[in-house]
């Protein structure tokens, strides 16, 4: 039996992956596009490349999809579904198209998980689904959706949620937020991304016009996809329910240049505008994944996980 990891070439996805890999198992990795590792840099990957296999699969292509999925029939025992695109500023550029990838793309697969008798899907979800309610937002507030990002995730769990009462289909959602860390370039991110964390990859010159008054809940990959393999492993009682998947503190973005600059050992060409770049509060409480999923991220302190991800950069990408 295998998992089945949608965007499991993603940041959030390919981390998933290392982690059920390396314990042992066998993933499936459906993405646009895929056809093995070479020239994707997820070095970290490499050494489990025997328990990985790969399908290019887009997933609003239903036809491939379907076929695919067929092929893998009764050897999947869950669907991880991590395919967006994600929070930021490209999101409102095309609203059609990437309402169409996070919101008809899910359904696409949680349809072939019922006619293919998957029985466990985990779906990527968001804290995005709280808007900017005010910091310790727990699991039980209401959603407030305060961008179209933020609408195709409170959308996709309900869907999700509908779909397992309806069909019998095991679903949990666990709410991400804000992740950095190895296997993302800073270079290939948006302007707040590369104002904070792009020293760690080189020489970096970076004008965000927002987000030098935001704290936000940034989380360390590892700590993410940590979270989502203890939401997939955790006994049956946690069906049906949402998980935020966080590390649990906010920091102000001001504070995450000056950890750079202190790890990189200069100040960058970097400036932060005043006000928010995200319509978001931070933190998230996580207490309901702590007692319920055992779940403790390792990376609390982001400055370790700034150095975490500066090894992984000067590693990867020496300059
Ligand atoms: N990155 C964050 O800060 C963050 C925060 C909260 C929630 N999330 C959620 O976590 C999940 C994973 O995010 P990520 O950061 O790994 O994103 P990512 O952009 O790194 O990965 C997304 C993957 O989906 C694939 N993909 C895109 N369109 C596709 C299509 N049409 N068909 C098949 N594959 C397609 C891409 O090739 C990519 O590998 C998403 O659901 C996202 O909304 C992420």
Redesign the pocket.
Known sequence: MATLV??G?????SWISHDLAARGEDVVI????AAGLDGLGLDYLEPYRDRLTFEN????DVHTLFERMRAYEGRIDAVI???????GPNFAKRPFRHIQ??TV?MLNVIEACRIFGVPKFIN?????VYGDQAGGQTEDLPVKVTDLYGAT?ASNEVLALQYGQTYGIDVRNAR????YGPG?LPSRMHVLYQAMFGPLEGPTEADSPKGGDQSLDWTHVRDTAAGVVALLDAPADVSGEAFNISSGVAVAHRDIVGHVADIVGHESKVTLGSGLFFERGAPLDISKARARLGFEPRFADIREGLRDYRAWLQGARPH
Request: glycine share 20%.
């Open positions: 949608f965007g070439l993603g940041h959030v996805g459906f993405d646009l596009g699969v887009d997933v609003l579904f991590g395919v967006a695109v994600i929070a990838i996070n793309g990527l979800s968001s804290g995005a995730k991400l937020y804000f992740v993302k």
